[in-house]
């Protein structure tokens, strides 16, 4: 088996022969094309994959034996009965989050079962860590805890898996859509909601709130006080919101308006759990009220999930479309290899082959936009910034 052979523009492959395990000169590469990897090198890349998603189902059998364990301690207030309702509401919220965005999103089940499995054990006992003795600090003020204080440590300690997935992404060649950031707060928010639905004995599926709200988000609930009802989009919604901001603010920089999806996601799922908490305590003050006008009654942050996300992946779907980098790769004299055949639609399960392929396609956009920011160039990506990610050809003897 012989290795990729990298011809330049106009030159046929047929001529330009390498050994099986030296990459060519620079000299006889296309501008911006990088050399072709060594076998061994990509025999360690896969070989540490596989350690790795195995570590995953380690820890993810683990932390489903300690729940498990934990169930009889946790569910004392409302009972198994009412977690299991609360687990089933949250998911069906999660699969039509995850079927929604399935033609564009990189990562796979294991990744977003552990990020929730940290939001019910790791972040929900970090936010009990750091708010309890702030909320005993506040004792003589304690509207100002319930209302202020919790929802800051609470959305942000849930979309801290989501956000380091960001930041650990943004120099890597393959990188996750929008979509996958926004799936990772999501759980994280929904195993948040679990554990503390669970303590005080609620949960389950809601159906109060207008019907175009609950059906596809039975998660949501619903508060009265003072004549006045409020929507509750709940912890799932909110986390999913914020880190769907994070992840168009962050990736996608070159953007010249992405940055404002950071501070407006931020400010309505902040601004709706306060209203939800004051609701709540049935402290419902003037600039309460005001609040709950401007966030349309606690339903503002689930109208901008589904339009960001029905945006996001439009665009994406643009940019990883295989039409998409088939043209793009014939403007640099290269082709593609064909789509992996799958037994299912790769939206509805999708695989690590087609996910890599998606991630990779992203990065050389997302990458592209973080150059433009530096040099200062404009917002349309420039074809050498496109074409930084080389697509290897295949040799007539490669199988």
Known sequence: MSEPVYAPPGQARDSVHAPADVAPPPSALPAGQAPARRPGRLAGLKHGWRSLNLMALVGLAGSTLALLASLPSLTEA??????????????????????????????????????????????????????????????????????????????????????????????????????????????????????????????????????????????????????????????????????????????????????????????AALGEHAVANAFADGTVSVLVRILHVLLLGGGLSTLLLVAGTAVIVLVEWNLTSHRRMTKLAGSFGRSLPPLPPTRMPLWVWGTATEGERRGRMLGVWQAAGSERVKSGRGAQPAAADAGSAPVPQRSEGQK
């Open 78 to 267: 409302g009972g198994v009965g009412l977690f299991v309702q609360d687990l089933l509401a949250h998911t069906w919220v999660l699969v039509i989050l995850t079927l929604a965005v399935g033609s564009v999103r990189t990562l796979r089940f294991p990744a977003f079962a552990a990020v929730g499995f940290a939001g019910f054990f790791g972040m929900f006992g970090l936010s009990a860590l750091v708010g309890r003795p702030l909320m005993s600090a506040l004792e003589q003020q304690p509207q100002v805890g319930s209302v202020v204080v919790m929802p800051v440590i609470e959305e942000v300690l849930k979309v801290v898996p989501a956000l380091i997935v960001v930041l650990l992404a943004r120099r890597r060649e393959v990188r996750p859509s929008a979509t996958d950031i926004m799936l990772l707060g999501a759980w994280s928010g929904a195993g948040f909601a679990l554990h503390e639905n669970a303590l005080f004995g609620r949960g389950g599926f809601n159906f109060e709130s207008p019907p175009v709200l609950t059906v596809p988000f039975p998660v949501m609930g619903t508060n009265w006080a003072d004549g006045v009802t409020v929507i509750g989009a709940g912890h799932l919604l909110w986390s999913a919101l914020i880190a769907l901001g994070l992840g168009i603010g962050l990736l996608y920089r070159g953007g010249r308006w992405s940055w404002i999806a950071i501070p407006v996601t931020i400010a």
